[in-house]
């Protein structure tokens, strides 16, 4: 250690880290740190040409560990690793100091950032010196996959599994698979039937035999690791008293979908006072059974539709729920093509036409004319009953926006667009895959950008609006590319286990068994016979829960290791 | 108070021509591109918003459907044809049917077979009153002086009485439109200003200034829509005036009186040119303006140019001596003038004094606003600083 | 060595002298310890005279036993002196391997300590208000006594150690083990601990040990203890999980909890927070007001974590000025 | 010059790192006297990296977390939640002031509230003064 030969590099990244951390300063002082025995600055490390030079000094300068001060580790870590373990060196031997978004992006004082980036940077030094080189360890993979959940990203997902050849289980709490989808009568933008996009599924996941559907079913636990769970369904289709049935599968595509919100909670829309307020999902009732009516019967010769109901608001929720735009102009066709003598008012907050084909239907919404009133996001409009005299149902009260007029809106039929909302059941779902959720309860993906379909939890993955609001399209391309994911890894046949896992150390271990309850993944396993403990390297997580507990410092938190740590505690304070 | 909204407004004004409104999403590239819209008067956006919206009370008090000339370049900017040119124009139709108070005005426009047949049945009346006239004190062979079969000085005491008519009717919606427009609550109008922009009622009148406005930028070529526009404009002012004043020095023969010839020759140049090239442009659609054509457009252009063909006929055809001919010419001609004449006051004709007390109105409201903000800021100004 | 006899000398400063007794607790052993080896200072039962270990040659000794702390200039001396004169020094026991008993005086200061034994203890005649000073100056002569410091050390901080023996006291066939290892020069590397085990008291006792989860701590006396159940389990603070073995599970086979008089394990740098950690985590609520009810059974934090090893450990002192 | 505190930051690196980073990405300012260290999980903050931090020069420690209930690894952060409060215990038994060792939960969407902690902390202990350990443990190795 004490004759290792260790690589600085700072990365200027282009302006944002040199235009506050003074990195020539800082690349002096970081030659000047023991065992340093090369410091580069350069304007983008993580380039090729950046990479290039890290490799080509772990060459000539015969370095054994590198440290590169650059941006988050959570961006580049795995970039650098990859290029060091190109130049022979193991992937571990490598440190990163974060000097930009934890330091170049947050303060404006030149020498106090430069300061904070040396005290990082000596640490990242001093760390590395007690690197350790690691070893991944492959696991076998079982073939099979469990699906939850049996909506449209159930059945897109389980499909692409099953007609590759793999063995894949639907589990449904429902008694009948469609979910949501199911609810709906045409979808927007095409105006194609929903029933015929579920009917053709349905049929074929029906029809193929590497595919077990298990209705009124839920997942109660499950257990292991990647390539190598085991699911406990518990059946209650048809049987008097449930069965639980035991599964191996290797992973695991959550696709539990959504719910609606619960238009009762926002009171001045009078859902649940006023009969002719509805929901959209009561209108769709409405549309399937093909009449469009009051509740006492009428053709509505008014009818409003109100957008962004529990979403985009402070009350209830903040994001927006992707699909209810493009319903309400689906809406909007269905009642003129119902009714053509019918008046639809579209109170909306911004129009969301993200999608493919969104806004030409936007447009063609329009051109049906719809009228589209818009409100503001924090305010809400009021619907009351209308006078005596009035030729409508309902008022509706709203600041309109566009015009900077307070107005009223005749209405016979008020729709509520309400948005999509995380399932009661969604955190009971997470804990027992282990799996994380959002503020909002959507389960959290791996990366929101580069790694959209996967979890933390490595094999299990998640499709549709489990993980946020979506439409159909991106369901379905979520759920697929859940399944190419899977079969990715289902062709390989084994899988790589992370290198950074906890061990105890046998000879310190005296099996006080302090640690046996403390890990969440049940990845601690006590030997009677030799009164020892041992963690099961391919189910640990690496938290380091039980690396600090261990009273006798005999579990070692691989690449998080007591001296690692002390040394970059001893480094941030130099 | 919150407005009541009428969703069904928009199909009323389809009636008056309008097309697409419901498109419009409120970009407000129209307003952007408007030469004449401007921070007070900010259309066509605002106008589209009240139409879809069907603020009729708002729209029926507005003054910016008069300030646009259909240049039409906001409807080539919309990008969702939404046709805001187009709506002004039908507004314009629709406000004429407002200040109306007869209702006929609302009549004619929402069925271009209802106007036609009224101006049938008034031309043919007016033709069989003429005849009967003609033929019980004079001679179809005789043109002018004794005898004549039509004698200017009758027929001068006949224009005199339909044009006081027409007059009325037009003095009476144009009070109407001055008290949508400027009786408004909460603005106060000083009288002197009236005075003040009184001036502005000759100029927009005889420049119409404005529509060259429109065009300021465009390649001359494109300028001829405002030519056009202006020759038929100053030549049937100019035709009206000769009419209604100097008909006796107009019709007598066969000596022509420069004087007062020489007027009516430019101004029949001007009529004729200027109807021909709106008829060949609405049939070619060669201008964005020209493109929607309402049947009143029609009924307007080619009663004009029938008035005008005969007027110049009849003239001719008595100059060369062929009074018979001549005679049943004015005939025709008169039969077109007294229709004419009468639905001014209901149709689009009506818009050259609308328009140019718009100009007017929205001359003396821009300078009121002017001073309500700098007596603000006086105000502002001498409050003690807090 | 066997031609020579072993050059010893067994030293006691700040403890108890329970280390000394220890080594007597050998028994019959301590005579072949004489048979090998001439005790050249053993103050509880050699004579010998400071002047006569200055006299010494360095290297002289061959072994020393130290032990109890570094309370005062004398004990720093002796310490500094010893070292000149050994060949190898061993702190001996947990006063001088950690600080020991002694060492929880660091919770408090010299000051407080000082007025509190000589001015406002109970027995004090009162208007006797005499605080000992280093020097006191006496018909012109002047008088030294050692100077009282301001905070324990344990015997590391002071000289260089070479091994250490911890306990408190060092359990006596550990004393004969290392005085058996010194002879048959089976040493391990220097820094060692030596005479105890490698692992934590829990792999010598008996005790049943379960997956443990914890609703409330109790005092020994405050249940009916269950003699085969782990007694952490019971809800009885024991550092044995957190403390070297090699005492022959004395504690916690009589009931009660281990102390961590033998420190902390090899791989740990502090004995107290390690502990702290591993109670903590076995701790079974979610609710951190219930979390403070089961702390607050506990008095004193120090005492349980740092009973024998306050000066050894990362913070080592009270910060109070 | 003002007295500048140095603060070790222990970090998670699922909520708290990545919010900080989020701060970073959201060019939210805040105070220089935080250094980061990264750890897998608040439950890996051993007491005694706290310990040796003030022991070695620091005037203040920060461990941040998922918010309970939010944990990545379920419910590491209540194994630190349990461990603070002894941990503070036994601190104010070596006469260090409460306030220098904090526990907050900062989510991985919470950069503006990791920065307002970081802030808060910052004033809190500049008020404070220096911490006494280090300067105390050095006196004591040159004088008795």
Avoid at chain 1, 210 to 229: D, H, R
Avoid at chain 2, 292 to 309: E, K, Q, T, V
Wanted: with cysteine; charged share 20%; proline share 5%.
């Amino acid at each position: 250690m004490h004759n290792s030969k260790i690589g600085v590099y700072l990365c200027n990244c282009g302006t944002n880290i040199a235009k506050i951390v003074d990195c020539p300063a800082l690349r002096e002082y970081a030659e000047a740190l023991p065992n340093v025995v090369v410091s580069k600055e350069y304007k983008y490390m993580c380039s090729n040409p950046g990479q290039e030079m890290i490799i080509q000094d772990i060459k000539d300068h015969g370095l054994d560990r590198v440290v590169v001060a650059a941006c988050s580790p959570r961006m580049h870590e795995r970039t650098f690793r990859s290029a060091i373990q190109t130049a022979g060196l193991n992937p571990y031997m490598f440190e990163m100091a974060n000097i930009r978004e934890q330091c170049s992006w947050v303060h404006e004082d030149t020498w106090a950032a430069t300061e904070k980036a040396k005290a990082l940077t000596k640490a990242a030094v001093l760390r590395v010196l007690h690197h350790e080189p690691l070893e991944r360890m492959s696991v076998k993979m079982c073939p099979s996959t469990l699906v939850i959940g049996g909506g449209i990203a159930g059945l897109t997902t389980a499909l692409d599994l099953a007609e590759a050849g793999q063995q894949v289980y639907i589990v449904e709490k429902k008694d009948q698979l469609g979910g949501n989808l199911a609810r709906v009568d045409l979808t927007a933008p095409y105006l194609d039937s929903a029933r015929d996009l579920l009917t053709e599924r349905i049929t074929r996941v029906r029809e193929n035999n590497k595919i077990e559907v298990m209705l009124n079913s839920q997942l109660k636990s499950l257990e292991g690791f990647v390539g190598n769970f085991v699911a406990a369904i518990q059946i209650q289709d048809g049987r008097p008293v449930a069965e639980t049935k035991k599964l191996e599968v290797g992973n695991v595509v959550v696709c539990t979908g959504y719910k609606e919100f619960d238009a009762g909670r926002i009171t001045h829309y009078g859902y649940g006072k006023l009969p002719n307020v509805i929901t959209s999902f009561e209108f769709e009732k409405m549309l399937k059974a093909g009449r469009v009516e009051t509740k006492e019967g009428r053709i509505p010769q008014y009818v409003a539709i109100i957008h962004c109901v529990g979403s985009r608001s402070q009350e209830f929720h903040g994001y927006c729920s992707r699909v209810c735009c493009m319903t309400a102009l689906k809406y909007a066709h269905e009642i003129k093509s119902a009714i053509p003598k019918c008046y639809v008012s579209d109170v909306y907050i911004d129009m969301h036409a993200f999608g493919k084909g969104h806004e030409d239907f936007y447009k063609r919404t329009s051109e049906v004319k719809t009228l589209f009133l818009m409100y503001g996001k924090n305010e809400r409009p009021v619907i009351r009953k209308a006078d005596r005299g009035d030729d409508c149902e309902m008022l509706i009260e709203v600041n309109e926006k566009l015009s900077g007029e307070v107005i009223e809106i005749p209405a016979d039929l008020v729709i509520l667009m309400v948005g999509m909302e995380a399932r009661e059941d969604s955190s009971e779902v997470a804990r027992s895959v282990n799996i994380s959720q959002d503020k909002e309860g959507w389960f959290i993906e791996s990366h929101p950008k580069l790694d959209p379909v996967a979890t933390t939890t490595d094999g299990i993955y998640i499709a549709g609006t489990c993980a946020s609001p979506k439409d159909i399209p991106d369901t379905v391309a979520q759920a697929r590319a859940a399944a190419a994911r899977i079969l990715g890894k289902i062709a390989r046949g084994k899988i790589d286990v992370e290198a950074v896992y906890a061990e105890v150390n046998q000879d310190y271990c005296s099996g006080c068994r302090m640690c046996n309850e403390l890990c969440p993944y049940s990845a601690i396993e006590y030997d009677e016979q030799k009164r020892r403990s041992k963690v099961i390297s391919a189910v640990c997580k690496a938290c380091g829960a039980c690396v600090s507990s261990c009273p006798s410092g005999a579990i070692k938190g691989r690449h998080f290791t007591d001296r690692q740590i002390y040394a970059q505690i001893e480094g941030v304070l130099a | 108070m919150p407005i009541r909204i009428n969703p069904k407004l928009i199909d009323e004004l389809e009636l008056f021509g309008s097309e697409d409104v419901q498109n419009c999403y409120h970009c407000g590239n129209c307003s952007a591109v408007c030469p004449h819209a401007d921070e007070v008067f900010v259309f066509p956006r605002r106008s589209m918003r009240s139409l879809q919206m069907g603020l009729e009370r708002k729209l029926e008090r507005s003054i910016e459907p008069w300030l646009c000339y259909y240049c039409g370049q906001c409807s080539e900017q919309c990008p969702r044809n939404a046709e805001p040119g187009e709506t002004m124009m039908s507004l314009r139709r629709w406000l004429i049917s407002r200040y109306d108070f007869t209702g006929l005005s609302r009549l004619f426009y929402k069925s271009w077979k209802t106007e036609l047949a009224a101006v049938v049945l008034i031309a043919v009346l007016a033709a069989a009153g003429l005849l009967a006239y003609g033929f019980g004190q004079g001679s179809i062979h005789i043109y002018d002086g004794v005898g004549a079969f039509l004698p200017s000085s009758a027929i001068h005491v006949f224009d005199l009485t339909i044009g006081s008519l027409m007059l009325l009717f037009l003095l009476a919606n144009s009070i109407r439109m001055w008290w949508l427009i400027m009786n408004r609550n909460g603005e106060s109008t000083p009288w002197w200003l009236y005075l003040r922009k009184s001036y502005l009622l000759p100029w927009h009148f005889f420049t119409q200034k404005r529509y060259a406005e429109c065009e300021s930028g465009k390649p001359a070529s494109v300028h001829m829509p405002w030519l056009a526009h202006l020759g038929l404009m100053l030549g049937y002012a100019t035709m009206l005036v000769l009419v209604m004043l100097f008909l006796p020095a107009l019709q007598e023969g066969p000596q022509i009186r420069w004087s007062t010839h020489a007027f009516g020759y430019l101004a029949s140049i001007g009529l004729l040119v200027g109807t021909i090239y709106m008829i060949h442009g609405r049939l070619k659609k060669s201008q964005v303006q020209y493109v929607h054509s309402h049947g009143s457009d029609w009924i307007f252009l080619i009663l004009l140019f029938l008035i005008a063909i005969s007027g110049v006929l009849q003239h001719i055809l008595h100059r060369i001596g062929l009074p018979v001919a001549a005679n049943i010419t004015y005939v025709v001609h008169l039969a077109f003038v007294v229709p004419w004449l009468l639905r001014m006051p209901f149709t689009k004709w009506a818009h050259m004094i609308y328009r140019t007390l718009a100009m007017y109105f929205a001359g003396i409201r821009r300078e009121a606003l002017a001073k309500q903000i700098a007596v603000a800021d006086t105000v502002q100004q001498l409050r003690p600083a807090a | 060595m066997a031609d020579k006899k072993l050059q010893i000398a067994l030293y006691w400063s700040a403890g108890c002298g329970g280390c000394d007794v220890a080594v007597l607790d050998t028994d019959e052993f301590i005579l072949e310890v004489a048979k090998l080896a001439d005790i050249r200072l053993w103050p509880i039962a050699v004579d010998g005279k400071y002047k006569d270990i200055e006299a010494m040659p360095d290297g002289e000794l061959d072994l020393t036993l130290f032990n109890g702390a570094v309370r005062n200039s004398e004990n720093e001396h002796m310490a500094k002196l010893l070292r000149k004169k050994s060949k190898l020094l061993i702190a001996f026991g947990s006063c001088a391997h950690m600080g020991g008993i002694p060492g929880l005086a660091n919770l408090t200061t010299r000051d407080d300590i000082l007025t509190t034994v000589y001015l406002h203890n109970p027995s004090i005649e009162t208007g006797n208000q005499t605080i000992p000073h280093p020097e006191t100056k006496v018909d012109g002569f002047s008088l030294h006594i050692p100077e009282f410091y301001k905070r324990v050390y344990k015997l590391s901080d002071v000289v260089d150690v070479d091994y250490f023996v911890p306990g408190c006291p060092p359990a006596p066939h550990q004393v004969k083990n290392v005085l058996l290892a010194v002879v048959g020069g089976q040493l391990p590397p220097k820094g060692s601990v030596i005479g105890a085990s490698d692992r934590a008291v829990c792999d010598d006792c008996a005790r049943e040990k379960t997956e443990k989860k914890l609703k409330r701590l109790h005092r020994p006396h405050e249940i009916i203890q269950d003699p085969k159940k782990c007694l952490l389990e019971q809800g009885i603070l024991c550092v044995g999980p957190a403390t070297r073995s090699g005492c022959g599970v004395r504690c916690p086979n009589t009931g009660q909890g281990c102390r961590g008089c033998y420190g902390p394990l090899p791989n740990v740098i502090d004995q107290g927070t390690k502990f702290i950690a591993a109670l903590a985590s076995i701790i079974d609520s979610r609710d951190p007001k219930e979390i403070q009810q089961i702390i607050d059974q506990t008095p004193d934090m120090i005492a349980i974590a740092y009973r024998f090893g306050l000066p050894a450990s990362l913070l080592q002192r009270s910060m109070r000025s | 010059m003002s007295f500048e505190p140095k603060i070790v930051g222990f970090l998670c690196q699922w909520c708290s790192y990545t919010g900080a980073d989020l701060a970073g990405t959201s060019r939210i300012q805040y105070r220089p006297n935080i250094r980061v260290i990264r750890l897998m999980c608040s439950a890996r903050v051993d007491p005694s990296f706290i310990a040796k931090s003030l022991a070695d020069g620091a005037d203040g420690v920060l461990v941040c977390g998922c918010h309970p209930g939010d944990c990545h690894y379920a419910e590491g952060n209540y194994k630190t939640m349990r461990r603070f409060p002894f941990l503070k215990k036994m601190l104010a038994a070596y006469g260090i002031e409460d306030e220098r060792v904090r526990l907050e939960w900062v989510s991985a969407s919470e950069g503006q509230r990791f920065a307002d902690v970081v802030n808060d902390m910052t004033e809190r202990i500049r008020l404070l003064g220096p911490s006494r350990v280090r300067s105390k443990l050095q006196t004591d190795k040159a004088e008795r």
